[in-house]
């Protein structure tokens, strides 16, 4: 018998088998989900080349001087032809990011060179790039791509925003052919009013505590930790 096994009550074995059922059948759920999403048709073409500020890697480098012009057909370049972008809740007069899609920010930035091995990645958000950045090194990102899109209608125009001040949680997937650019899939963040269970799988974080005899409860990430 395995050990994790010993000692078990039979009560118990009958309920991890059923629940061991359980797992199984959303396993197999997830991968028609990822299936239907595949097959998807194709793309909507887009009709312009957004325009983001960026800067350099280094977030410590946060003047003007840092910043430069970045279109969306830059992102899908050196043989990238698929896009993922985070949009990032941060409203132009808001001082800090959304602590959610801050914690998810986190994630990524662990995973944002894994990532870069196999598509184009950045975290978009409507805040003044100066702002984006700070934030950024408060956090202690290293690897993300960040992109302001304070002077566009790139939020808007995806529908993770309803005015500037109501931003809107999301991941968008852009893809490529030739030097047509189309807007392939945005999530949707909110499957039922209020509430953003759709994104869970963009964190371990929610996952996690699911594994809990007292699960994820109303736990809501904060913008800092006290040490």
């Not at 048709?41 to 003047?63: A, C």
């Not at 986190?106 to 060179?113: E, L, M, N, S």
């Not at 949707?188 to 953003?196: D, G, N, P, T, Y």
């Not at 964190?203 to 699960?215: A, E, K, Q, R, Y």
Request: one cysteine or more.
């Amino acid at each position: 018998m395995s050990p994790i096994r010993d000692g078990q009550s039979a009560d118990y074995r009958k309920a991890r088998d059923e629940l061991l059922v359980a797992e199984r059948e959303l396993m197999e759920q997830r991968e028609r989900v990822a299936e239907l999403r595949r097959r998807l048709p194709g793309g909507t073409p887009l009709d312009r080349d957004y325009t983001f500020l960026e800067g350099p890697l280094d977030l410590n480098r946060n003047s003007e001087t840092d910043y430069f012009e970045t279109k969306l057909s830059d992102l899908l370049a050196d043989g990238r032809n698929e896009l993922i972008l985070q949009h990032m809740m941060f409203a132009p007069d808001a001082e800090r990011g959304c602590p959610m899609c801050s914690m998810w920010a986190d994630g990524f930035d662990g995973i944002a060179h894994h990532m870069g091995d196999r598509v184009a990645f950045a975290v978009v958000a409507r805040a003044p790039i100066e702002k984006l950045r700070a934030w950024g090194r408060a956090r202690g990102w290293r690897r993300l791509r960040l992109l302001s899109s304070s002077e566009t209608s790139f939020n808007a125009d995806f529908g993770v925003e309803i005015s500037p001040e109501r931003q809107l949680p999301g991941v968008s997937v852009f893809t490529r052919e030739g030097e047509v650019i189309q807007h392939y899939y945005t999530s949707e963040a909110s499957l039922v009013e209020r509430h953003h269970r759709a994104m869970d799988l963009f964190t371990p974080v929610w996952n996690l505590l699911d594994l809990l005899p007292s699960g994820r409860g109303d736990w809501m990430p904060k913008h800092f930790y006290d040490a």
